[in-house]
């Protein structure tokens, strides 16, 4: 397809053949975006795809912690979901499962605009897909994020958790103005009580956040039956380096933990770490843009 809205956009293909990258530019802007297969495109296509050009959020193990460049439009957002597909030579409106995710890079609840618009528009052409918002918990008023969620039936909402105490997750998203793990369990009740869906909570497992007391943390805060658990491999962000297999395995312990509480859980252990950077965080030919191009960086503000 022709690109409208960026000016060019290069294609990265792991050695894990269920998994490729897009990178996007434009004169002033760069994102990635992760297209995945289970097992193939027709069955279920997964999409993982930027609101933003960098982010403010600032979080230690992500790749764009240190800098923001600017919200994406919700055209922008579109057509990397366009061009994604476009790759995978199969009518959208015939896969059994599509699942649109926008968790590759920025903080969409920051960009209420271009995410409103770019929902909309991807509702109306693919009104079967899944509209997944992965967000950290800025602090802001999040009625109108349970509005649009009534309004488009496929929104699905998924707080970014990761430990299981204020303390240690202030350490690790060090942005100020973000919910407490209380005020996240409160916020996603409502949207629950709201759309009659659950919300997520997304956990990345290491190993001082994986032991019996973090679970029964977890269990305080969040009601199994209404919260769903979601249990991250955490990825390197700033360099190649192999898979840790140890870290599938914690993951998979500490989702049993939860599992034996009464949560439903799956793990996430993203392909394409170790040679197009799939993963969560993962951005590295983003931070190799944004090396190039000084002038239109900023730094993040929870940096």
């Known amino acids: 397809?022709?690109?409208e809205h960026w000016n060019a956009v290069n294609r990265f293909d792991s050695s894990e053949t269920d998994v490729c990258k897009f990178v996007f530019t434009s004169k002033d802007a760069v994102v990635e975006t992760v297209l995945y297969k289970y097992p193939t495109y027709q069955a279920r296509t997964v999409i993982c795809c930027s609101t933003m050009s960098g982010c403010p959020v600032g979080c230690t193990f992500c790749g764009t912690g240190k800098f923001f460049i600017r919200n994406l439009t919700g055209d922008q957002i579109v057509e990397q979901v366009e061009y994604a597909l476009e790759q995978t030579g199969v009518d959208p409106n015939t896969m059994g499962r599509l699942q649109i995710m926008v968790m590759s890079m920025g903080e969409p609840i920051l960009n209420r605009k271009g995410l409103t618009s770019a929902f909309r528009v991807l509702y109306e052409k693919y009104p079967e897909a899944a509209l997944l918002i992965s967000t950290s918990g800025p602090k802001i008023d999040y009625s109108w994020v349970n509005d649009l969620s009534n309004e488009i039936p496929t929104?699905?909402?998924q707080f970014s958790v990761h430990e299981s105490t204020n303390e240690a997750?202030?350490?690790l998203i060090?942005?100020?103005?973000?919910?407490?793990?209380e005020d996240i369990a409160v916020a996603g009740e409502k949207w629950y009580r709201s759309t009659g869906r659950r919300p997520f909570f997304n956990y990345c497992t290491h190993d001082k956040n994986s032991s019996d007391t973090d679970a029964d943390n977890l269990?305080?805060?969040?009601?199994?039956?209404?919260?769903?658990?979601?249990?991250?491999?955490i990825c390197e962000s700033d360099e190649l380096s192999a898979r840790d297999n140890d870290a599938h395995a914690k993951a998979t312990l500490f989702s049993e933990k939860l599992l034996e509480r009464g949560f439903n859980t799956r793990v996430f252990d993203p392909a394409g770490q170790d040679d197009i950077g799939g993963g969560c965080g993962q951005l590295w030919f983003v931070?190799?843009?944004?090396?190039?191009?000084?002038?239109?960086?900023?730094p993040s503000i929870g940096a």
């Not at 942005?175 to 793990?181: Q, T």
């Open 1 to 3: 397809m022709k690109l």
């Open 174 to 181: 060090p942005f100020k103005a973000k919910l407490s793990l």
């Open 155 to 157: 929104i699905g909402l």
């Open 287 to 298: 931070q190799d843009w944004a090396k190039n191009n000084p002038r239109y960086v900023k």
């Open 219 to 233: 269990e305080r805060l969040f009601t199994p039956t209404i919260w769903e658990a979601t249990i991250s491999v």
């Open 169 to 171: 997750r202030d350490k």
